[in-house]
T-cell receptor, first 114, second 109 residues
């Protein structure tokens, strides 16, 4: 059973650029959630995808968007990057088969916006 | 005010000490209460989760939930240097998790 993987590991962009981060879910999981973790803070919920549909969104602007593919892998896209977007971006996959869904986190992508 | 407030730390204890980590919350809709451990440059790893008020024990770890006070705790007995990490409390409702900002623990040999 493979765990959650994310790519790339690190990324440096400049303000105004666009970025795409990728996540492969753990085998058998059909739900993926994305979180932003700024330095010294806890992860903040961006959005969740279940069977390719957005299933809940946190307090993030529309320039944060996502996709989930038929194999349940996922992308996070951020347009018009701002300095405050510098953070660790985490994805977490889970099985949506029960009322409690244990989330398994990937190692994250560290994004730096200059 | 944040929905989840976590004692900020950092905490530094000698090996073998009992550690207490605490969070308070304001949203009564939270149904599940979790503790995660996060090592530097890694994603969070689930330690324990609980649903109801009371205690849940797993080895050296005990999670405690008091829904009437909106207060949760994690106790670590016989702490080890390998326990040194950032501990995050989290609470979930309808599949969305809200995290505290973490407490960094250092256990000194």
């Amino acid at each position: 059973e493979t765990g959650v993987t994310q790519s790339p590991t690190h990324l440096i962009k400049t303000r105004g650029q666009q970025v795409t981060l990728r996540c492969s879910s753990q085998s058998g999981h059909n739900t993926v959630s994305w979180y932003q973790q700024a330095l010294g803070q806890g992860p903040q919920f961006i959005f969740q995808y279940y069977r390719e549909e957005e299933n809940g969104r946190g307090n993030f602007p529309p320039r944060f968007s996502g996709l989930q593919f038929p194999n349940y892998s996922s992308e996070l896209n951020v347009n018009a990057l701002e300095l405050d977007d510098s953070a660790l971006y985490l994805c977490a996959s889970s099985m949506r088969a029960s009322s409690y869904n244990e989330q398994f986190f990937g190692p994250g992508t560290r994004l730096t916006v200059l | 005010q944040k929905e989840v407030e976590q004692d900020p730390g950092p905490l530094s204890v000698p090996e073998g000490a009992i550690v207490s980590l605490n969070c308070t919350y304001s949203n009564s809709a939270f149904q599940y209460f979790m503790w995660y451990r996060q090592y530097s440059r890694k994603g969070p790893e689930l330690l324990m989760y609980t649903y109801s008020s009371g205690n849940k024990e797993d080895g050296r770890f005990t999670a405690q939930v008091d829904k009437s006070s909106k207060y949760i705790s994690l106790f670590i007995r016989d702490s080890q240097p390998s326990d040194s990490a950032t501990y995050l409390c989290a609470m979930s409702n309808a599949g969305k998790s809200t995290f505290g900002d973490g407490t960094t623990l250092t256990v000194k040999p």
